[in-house]
């Protein structure tokens, strides 16, 4: 019978969990080292994305591959769109004490907060634009269909989609971006005390 007050003994971890925690933590530094480059980092997005739509163009294939690849992408952006805290749920629940926006003139300036923020939006749409590139390597994902459908369809429902957003923003006056911080003019400090 084992003694309860002792403490399993646990055997170090193996090369293959190390290799696995280094990689990590490497990954992990690079993305924290990207952070403040944000131009940078959508260039390099949109290249990547240039070099994915360059390589189905000369494949002749992957459409629907590339059709998922644009609907994820269009969730992405409208949620990056979308405030966290949705005014329209707002109004029915007054009671909540989280940020909201403000929706009178004489309300306090709250900053936008997003419900996904633009890091993430960053790094999942660059995820997605690697593992559709990798879909390319598989034969078995070139499902052959008619690929001016799925453009059409594509671009109705982006139309639809952003035509419901440019309302709600509207309706609740909010702008989800912004170009810079404001800055306050007042009265310049001269350093004297006065008592």
């Known amino acids: 019978m084992a003694d309860l007050g002792e403490s399993p003994t646990h055997s170090p971890p193996g090369a293959?969990?190390?290799?696995?925690?280094r990689?990590?933590?490497?990954?992990?530094?690079?993305?924290?080292?990207?952070?403040?480059?944000?131009?940078?980092?959508w260039t390099c997005t949109i290249v990547l994305f240039l070099i994915y739509g360059l390589r189905v163009y000369l494949l002749q294939g992957w459409y629907i591959v590339t059709y998922a690849l644009g609907i994820f992408q269009l969730n992405q952006f409208?949620?990056?769109?979308?405030?966290k805290v949705d005014p329209a749920f707002q109004e029915q629940d007054d009671d909540e004490d989280g940020p909201s926006l403000p929706t009178k003139s004489n309300e306090e300036f709250r900053p936008f907060m997003r419900r996904l923020p633009e890091?993430?939006?960053?790094?999942?749409?660059?995820?997605?634009?690697?593992?559709?590139?990798?879909?390319?390597?598989?034969?078995?994902?070139n499902i052959p269909v008619f690929w001016p459908?799925?453009?059409?369809?594509?671009?109705?429902?982006?139309?639809?989609?952003?035509?419901?957003?440019?309302?709600?923003?509207?309706?609740?006056?909010?702008?989800?971006?912004?170009?810079?911080?404001?800055?306050y003019q007042g009265k310049e400090d001269s350093g004297k005390v006065v008592s």
């Not at 409208?78 to 405030?83: E, N, Q, V």
């Not at 109705?156 to 309706?171: A, D």
């Open 149 to 183: 459908i799925l453009v059409m369809y594509f671009i109705i429902l982006f139309v639809i989609t952003m035509k419901r957003q440019i309302r709600h923003m509207i309706k609740y006056r909010y702008v989800p971006f912004s170009h810079g911080k404001r800055r």
């Open 78 to 83: 409208i949620a990056f769109l979308t405030p």
């Open 119 to 141: 890091f993430k939006f960053w790094y999942s749409a660059s995820k997605a634009v690697v593992v559709a590139m990798i879909c390319t390597f598989f034969e078995a994902l």
């Open 23 to 41: 990689v990590g933590e490497t990954k992990q530094n690079l993305l924290d080292k990207a952070t403040p480059y944000t131009a940078f980092r």
């Open 16 to 21: 293959v969990q190390q290799f696995f925690r």
